[in-house]
């Protein structure tokens, strides 16, 4: 169906982005709510979104999601190139089991410890101090030169071998993949 918009005092309708609405999208603020498509713009090759309501003021536009497989598939190549940026630039999402890494901790039996990840777990700790980096997943990370061995939290590991494009493609693709083009869009326009 599109974007539609109608003129309250002439009551014409404007139709907008007819087969390219990915997604809807409340904006919830303190007093209104204001109401996004998120629309594929085959001008600009991008995603983008479109205010078409509010509760902050008379909003006479509606959108429903209708997006053709052309749509979504040139929606989901803008992702995967907008992904590898957040990729390179987040060292988290690069952490897995054999990764050399560097501990970022300032202080404990964690500080300056650099050796390999020997395992990735769920964190135990609901205490949001604790676990305030990345609440869901510690690293046991291994020194063999050492012996020396700690569990960190992912937020606070530098990834220290360098990274291939085909590795920051591959996680770029599987990021988008689990969320899809139009979340990928929202996380980045509408942080909370």
């Known amino acids: 169906m599109a974007v539609i918009f109608t003129d309250p005092y002439t009551k014409t309708r404007t139709v907008r982005f007819d087969g390219a609405v990915l997604d809807l999208h409340e904006q919830n603020l303190i ?3 204001y109401f996004h498509a998120i629309v594929w713009d085959a001008a600009a090759q991008t995603v983008t ?6 509760t902050a003021y008379a909003a006479t536009g509606r959108a429903e999601v209708d997006a053709t497989d052309d749509v979504r598939a040139a929606a ?15 060292h988290r999402a690069l952490i897995t089991e054999g990764t050399a890494v560097r501990s ?14 020997e395992r990735i777990i769920d964190s135990k700790h609901d205490d949001p101090f604790t676990a305030r980096n ?23 590991l530098e990834v220290t071998t360098p990274i291939s494009e085909q590795q920051v493609t591959a996680l770029a ?8 083009a139009a979340d990928i869009y929202r996380r980045r326009r509408f942080r909370r």
């Open 31 to 33: 007093d209104d709510s």
């Open 49 to 54: 979104s479109i205010e078409y309501g509010a």
């Open 76 to 90: 989901r190549a803008w992702a995967i190139m907008a992904t590898k940026d957040t990729v390179r630039a987040d």
């Open 104 to 117: 970022l901790t300032s202080r404990g039996k964690a500080k300056g410890l650099e050796g390999k990840v």
């Open 134 to 156: 990345d609440p869901t997943k510690v690293a046991l990370v291994v020194d063999e030169k050492s012996d020396r061995r700690a569990w960190v939290p992912t937020g606070r």
């Open 173 to 180: 693709v599987r990021m988008v993949d689990e969320r899809g």
